[in-house]
């Protein structure tokens, strides 16, 4: 059993790994300029909404454009107001990331880390950022594969399949385990990774898969927490609508996780891209939903966490 779980944590290193590594040539590739997009197109919250969106589809993080977004709050380039429709925005761009990882593209795995290798020998800073990335994409390719593999082999551990049970069974319990281990390893991407592995092996039902993306929802707050702790009150009420939006959004849709499976179990019969279309018709739905009250929202934080200095 320990080797198991040590192989399991091994996965999910590798995974964070190339998370990281591809999401660094990504920034290096276009930092500056995503960060003046932010600046200079946020001006309406429709307009941050979709900033916010393409920044984090571009930098495959919503957690790097979040901490991005309370540094630019707090050195006064945004305004809390405009700091929201970036937040819906993130929220929307987060789900390229876990459509991509759905696709079975085994044999792209070797290929992208091959290629990887080459373009990061290269002087070239374009093709250095791009190796990054191509490199950094095999890795959570390799990382899926084996969570996929050692999900059903955990499932027989009887502690671990009583525990599964218990989570297909209660909704809430797999919001929990959701936000435990998203707010653990700082990456929503990975914790709906890891549901997906067990999904595929039927070990996880796919309302409780949807559970846990949605408590991975509020699990993935804590960066942006993190990242405004000492900052400026503003800064701190980006934190802060970051959260209140969250589970706001996981509250008005927990009854309906089983409309949501029906829906996504409509559009495909794959496990993996039932649980990413789940994951993308609730966070398109939470965002367009709040849209429209975005002064009433910044006024509720505003006056339940203190005016910005």
Not at 230 to 245: E, Q, T, Y
Not at 258 to 283: E, M, R
Request: contains cysteine; aromatic residues 10%; glycine residues 10%.
């Amino acid at each position: 059993m320990g080797e198991l779980f040590s192989l399991f944590a091994v996965y999910i290193t590798i995974f964070l790994f190339g998370m990281t590594v591809m999401r660094t040539g990504l920034v290096n590739l276009s930092e500056d300029r995503l960060k003046m997009t932010l600046m200079k197109m946020t001006s309406s919250p429709f307009k941050g909404m979709l900033v916010g969106t393409l920044v984090t589809a571009i930098l495959q993080s919503s957690s790097a454009v979040m901490v991005m977004t309370v540094g630019l709050v707090a050195a006064g380039y945004l305004t809390f107001k405009q700091s929201i429709g970036v937040i819906l925005g993130t929220n929307i761009g987060t789900c390229f990331t876990t459509e991509i990882i759905a696709f079975n593209i085994t044999s792209a795995v070797f290929p992208l880390l091959i290629l990887g290798v080459i373009l990061l020998n290269s002087r070239k800073h374009i093709a250095y950022c791009l190796g990054c990335a191509s490199f950094g994409l095999g890795c959570i390719f390799v990382a899926m594969q084996g969570l996929e593999k050692l999900a059903y082999p955990i499932a027989s551990i009887p502690s671990a399949y009583n525990f599964l049970q218990l989570t297909n069974e209660h909704n809430l319990i797999a919001i929990g385990v959701g936000a435990a281990l998203s707010a653990l390893i700082q990456s929503s991407t990975a914790t709906t990774a890891i549901a997906m592995g067990f999904m595929n092996d039927q070990v996880l039902a796919l309302p409780a898969g949807i559970g846990i993306i949605l408590g991975a929802n509020i699990g993935t707050c804590l960066t942006a927490f993190l990242a405004s702790v000492g900052a400026s009150r503003p800064a701190k009420l980006v934190a802060f609508a970051h959260i209140w939006l969250n589970i706001i959004g996981v509250l008005v849709f927990f009854p309906f996780i089983g409309w949501l499976g029906s829906v996504s179990a409509s559009l495909t019969t794959l496990p993996n891209l039932q649980l990413a279309h789940a994951g993308t018709i609730f966070n398109i739905i939470s965002s367009l939903a709040v849209l429209p009250f975005v002064a009433i929202f910044s006024k509720f934080i505003t006056s339940l966490h203190g005016r910005p200095a």
